[in-house]
């Protein structure tokens, strides 16, 4: 089983998450975040980090964040093709996801990936928990992603931390988070599976 965070994992748009985060702050009087502020403070879950950037209404501003989120297109990050290459080799594939069911299915429709996921979960407020009920008894299970808190809750729940460069966490935060893999393309998911893709469904 092959699980991925969405936003930084397979859409790359740290850039769409600080515009957006921006948009929140600005309406409320609070400074903006350059791409090194961004960086240092992203964290989740989203609701932490708002109380954090001092958001009085931090769950009406995680809402607003995941409106802008829909409202923009964001590239997906290389080698995708690759991650539904190992589907159609057996390799049970899903998005456990702290954005909104709207922001993440924008994305979905607009580069056409419907077909390549078995589960998405979005408005995760509990990753570890999300991570450990679609666990079940799969005899090996990989996370994908891009914070410190994907690798903690990876590593907690029994899966195999990968991280991905590029995103909204530092690869050494995320090796001090437990990351097992740092990647920079989903295609070298490949060479972790080996021969054993087909084994991982």
């Not at 989740?44 to 950037?53: E, S, T």
């Not at 299915?105 to 390549?116: F, Q, R, Y």
Request: a negative charge; glycine letters at 10%.
């Amino acid at each position: 089983m092959l699980l991925f965070d969405w936003n930084g994992t397979v859409v790359l748009d740290a850039e769409r998450a600080r515009l957006a985060l921006n948009g929140v702050l600005v309406a409320r009087g609070l400074p903006e975040l350059d791409r090194a502020g961004f960086a240092r403070e992203f964290h989740l879950p989203m609701a932490d980090m708002f109380v954090r950037l001092g958001v009085a209404d931090p769950l009406v501003a995680e809402g607003e964040w995941n409106t802008a989120m829909a409202a923009a297109p964001a590239p997906l990050r290389p080698g995708l093709e690759s991650v539904a290459d190992l589907g159609e080799a057996g390799a049970r594939l899903g998005v456990i996801s702290a954005a909104s069911e709207a922001a993440v299915g924008a994305d979905i429709a607009h580069h056409g990936l419907s077909a390549v996921w078995d589960s998405v979960d979005t408005s995760v407020t509990d990753k570890l928990a999300t991570l450990r009920a679609r666990r079940g008894a799969e005899r090996q299970a990989f996370y994908v992603g891009d914070t410190a808190y994907d690798m903690r809750c990876a590593v907690e729940a029994g899966y195999v931390a990968v991280a991905v460069s590029g995103g909204y966490s530092a690869v050494d935060v995320l090796r001090d988070a437990g990351a097992q893999h740092v990647i920079d393309s989903l295609d070298a998911l490949e060479a972790l599976f080996g021969q054993g893709a087909v084994a991982l469904g």
